[in-house]
């Protein structure tokens, strides 16, 4: 037993500095891997962070000076016109609004209008969006003269109201009175109801969109000013004992 201790020191004494330095690696690495290593990574994501963030304030400075170049009144005011032409929703009542519109100002005749109304019109718009807008088909039984059917097909993309565009005419003329049957197709456009993140980029209005907007414009000067006062409208009498 004695001999068996003796040989252990002689062994320890013979290997202590590897054995010291090989402890000493084994430390290092412990604490190596529970201390140093976690900070290396939280200083990694901290200047990871920091890069975003600097891309993040570069891209509100940009946006700034792009919406500190935006005359917001015109903008303001045109939107209700833009709403006219492409509503947020189906919007049915601008439908009837709008015949009454063409057929006040073109001179033609409404024979009959129909178009897909409740889930069915909902189902069908949801499969048939456009790269920019849903789509609603319309039909329209027309009549009137030469003028009056060239002055109406125009009206429809005038964008002075709701956009109706045409996918197939049928043509019947007697004398000089024409009656055709239209199929085409109206849109509308809702917008999220979700908050635009900050850093979302802004909206480029190109010279075509411009050109758009001001033709919506000077075709709905008093689109949105008319007002209805309530005060001359008569609902009989305000005391129904007297």
Known sequence: MKQH????????????????????????IILTYIFLIPNIYKATKMSNDQKSLRIRISSLKKKDNNLSSIDFTKYSNALPKVYKVLPLTKDYVSFFLRFDE????????????????????SESATINKTDSAYEIPVTMQVTGNYRQMQNFIEALTDLSGRLITLNN????????TITAGYLGKSYYNPISRSVIAITAPVIIIDKNKEEILNNIIKKQIHAGTDEINTEDIKVGKKNIFN
């Open 5 to 28: 201790f003796n040989i252990n020191i002689v062994f320890l004494r013979k290997y202590e500095i590897l054995i010291a330095s090989t402890l000493v690696i084994i430390t290092v």
């Open 102 to 121: 063409l057929q006040s100002n073109t001179g033609i005749t409404l024979d009959s209008t129909t178009f897909q109304l409740g889930v069915i019109s």
């Open 169 to 176: 005419v049928d043509w019947r003329i007697n004398g000089n």
